[in-house]
């Protein structure tokens, strides 16, 4: 078996193992882009016109907006070769005819097993010798040229040979090739679309989005960011959206060899791009040897188009949901109501409605209760439409629990989210949630951990193993996880410090809790007077005149007012029947925290008073 290398300066270019390296390391260049330089690189020294690129790369006839498609390749391929594209190296543009790859080119044939000499008389082993070296150089060309076009999927079958067990996966964000940046809430979409599809794979685990999109436009060395990721494999690629034409190209790379293992390219309307989305699953399943989960071919084969408008709505609404603050969460609900108002039965739309809304609530400072009776209908219709979606599972399980607390149902529902998607991040968190409020505190945590496992660089993830660790009054392993936690998101340690605060008061450390308050209310836009006064009543009387001031200062705010910390601070003086009177009123209000009234170590002195367990009764968590 022979193999024909390309060398050029100090670079040598493998058209068969479709691989590009540099001194010995490898430099990873996205698909199209390698099969630009094959394709260069075997022209040496010829002009290849643009439109001769296009037929060879990206097929005869296929809609593409090639200005763009061709420049952003060679962009690619100049940043891999460092090349100047005024003064050329290795790639010379004429402009509007084509690229002429200007570097000399050496062909290499590596023999891997010719006859020995010792067999043969001197004339017949040379000409033996030319003849494997031409058999050998013929039969790289036609290999390598048939991996450059693809023919017969000639390359899927040879990366797909001996493909190592995969038992975790991620989808890396989704390229925008359509030269269009007003695209990149469709690609986004569809990289979260994707994410959604394979995660119904039963056995394999499959990073959530959060994390994943960490890396989008990021250049990093592959195995670095599977270390980071904790994952088997990567799948990346491409979308190009060209007026009511969709293309997604995914290449399977096994991520601590950074081995291409498959690679193919996806095409059709965009009005059936679910169908497209589905096919890409398939095939990445197949690779990954993992049959694809019965529930998701139940899924994909009872789904029905979609209107672009409404699909393209939905895109937005999920891109928007994903920056997770006030602002995007209110574009989020508009534009999930806005799929909805062209395609009144698009079930996804529904789950998106039903887990916008509360956030909205929840960002705005709203109460709780406001959007909880259009949420839970949302929730029932996407169901009632499909009842294979695990998103409007979660979403519903989590309206039960908080706004009904009917928890035996709303456990059911996270069950049945859980069992359609294993590896559904937000269904283990909520079920974490529901753990916790009746008291299973070593499963609330195992469960937290799963929650994270699948979104390691989610910052509300690894907050809420720190969440969960602090109820189970693990306190110096929340306090671990917790400060880890705010090197994921700086900008949100504020919903961080408040649980460092409590627990440095559980411990004592009376001092530590001052100045987390204090930089807490800096970052609340809290008067320094105010922090002031509040220090002043330390100093006079401790954390009883601490407290007593706090609350007189919130009673004085006209804004609504958290009820739950009301009640918290009444605890802390030892006023269980005030504390238990504001706890009324937070259950009123639905606000989530009132769920956790069994498990909080910030109300163990107060539990003693009759009222905590008529508020039980209330909210059927009693035993």
Known sequence: MTSAKLLFRDYKLDPAGFELRRAGHRI????????????????????????????????????????????????????????????????????????????????????????????????????????????????????????????????????????????????????????????????????????????????VKVISRTSVMQYRGVRKPLPQIAQALGVDAVVEGSVVRSGNKVRITAQLIHAPTDRHLWAESFEGPANDVLSIQDQVAHEVAARVHARLHSQLRQTM????????????????????????????????????????????????????????????????????????????????????????????????????????????????????????????????????????????????????????????????????????????????????????????????KDVVLNWIAWIYELQGKEKEVLELNSQLAADEGIPQAVMDSLRKAYIKDGWKGYWSKWIQLHLARPAHREYYEMALAEARLGHADKAWEWMEKSADQREVWVTWIKVDPLLESARAHPAYKQLLRRINLAD
């Open 28 to 203: 990873r260049l996205e698909r199209k882009p390698m099969e630009l330089l094959i394709l260069l690189a075997e022209n040496q020294g010829q002009l290849v016109a643009r439109e001769e690129i296009i037929e060879k790369i990206w097929g005869k006839g296929f809609f593409f907006d090639a200005e763009n498609g061709i420049n952003n390749a060679v962009r690619k391929i100049r940043s891999a070769l460092n090349d100047d594209a005024e003064h050329p190296h290795f790639v010379e543009t004429t402009v509007g005819k084509g690229y002429k790859f200007v570097a000399l080119v050496e062909r290499v044939v590596e023999p891997g097993a010719l006859p020995s000499p010792a067999v043969l008389p001197k004339d017949t082993h040379r000409l033996r010798l030319r003849r494997t070296w031409v058999l050998a150089l013929v039969g790289c060309a036609l290999v390598a040229g048939a991996i450059v076009f693809s023919a017969g999927g000639i390359r899927s079958r040879i990366f797909s040979q001996g493909i190592p067990p995969i038992h975790s996966l991620a989808v890396l964000p989704l390229e925008n090739l359509s030269g269009d940046p007003n695209q990149e809430f469709f690609v986004d979409g569809m990289t979260d679309a994707l994410i959604t599809d394979l995660a119904q794979i039963t056995d």
């Open 301 to 492: 084969a009872a789904r029905k188009p979609v209107s672009p408008d409404a699909y393209e709505a939905y895109l937005r609404g999920l891109y928007f949901f994903d920056k997770r603050n006030a602002e995007a969460a209110t574009k989020s609900a508009e534009y999930f109501r806005k799929a909805l108002a062209v395609d009144p039965d698009f079930a996804p739309a529904y789950a998106g409605v039903a887990e916008a809304l509360p956030a909205l609530n929840w960002f705005n400072g709203r109460p709780p209760v406001d959007a909880m009776l259009e949420s839970k209908a949302a929730a029932k219709r996407a169901l009632e439409l499909d009842d294979r979606l695990s998103e409007a599972h979660t979403a519903l399980g989590a309206l039960l629990c908080l706004y009904d607390w009917n928890w035996p149902e709303g456990e059911k529902e996270f069950k049945r989210a859980l069992d359609l998607n294993p590896n559904n991040s937000l269904a283990h968190n909520r079920y974490m949630m529901w753990l916790l409020s009746k008291g299973r505190l070593p499963e609330a945590v195992a469960e937290a951990k799963r929650a994270q496992q699948l979104d390691p660089l989610s910052f509300f993830m690894n907050r809420e193993v720190g969440h969960s660790l602090y109820v189970a009054r693990r306190y110096d392993e929340a306090l671990e996880q917790l400060r880890k936690s705010t090197e994921l998101e700086p900008h949100s």
